[in-house]
């Protein structure tokens, strides 16, 4: 099976050796994305609300540049620097999908690349 890469510049671009997401058959897996604003490379202003809404603005960019959207996803992970702020990310995810949600999981981390608070990957399934 072959893999393609998807790349948009509407989502901030690669700052590792890593491709903002790799297709493989029909399920696309999206990297890691941060609140980075794609059009400067700079982290959102703001708090866990503002970052939160980036990353799903990132994610949501990825997906349609594969060919789907959010709510193609199956499974979401999502990085929290502090699980006091899950409820918002909870509030602030369901503005970006409907029902059914895709699995997910949520876990704190000491730390996220750029000091950011929040980051979320996932994996797509598409139909063709």
Not at 19 to 26: F, T
């Amino acid at each position: 099976m072959s893999k393609t890469i998807i790349h948009t510049d509407k989502a901030p671009a690669a700052i590792g050796a890593y491709s903002q997401a790799v297709r493989a058959g029909n399920t696309v897996y999206l990297s890691g994305q941060i609140p980075l604003v794609a059009e400067t490379m700079q982290i959102v202003e703001g708090g866990f609300a503002e970052q939160a809404h980036q990353v799903f603005k990132n994610l949501q960019a990825v997906t349609q540049a594969a060919g789907g959207s959010l709510n193609d996803l199956v499974k979401v992970n999502a990085y929290l620097t502090d699980l006091g702020n899950f409820s918002i990310f909870n509030e602030i995810m369901a503005q970006y999908f409907t029902a059914p949600y895709p699995a997910r999981a949520a876990i704190e981390v000491s730390a996220l690349p750029k000091g950011v608070l929040v980051e979320a990957e996932g994996v797509m399934i598409l139909d063709k």
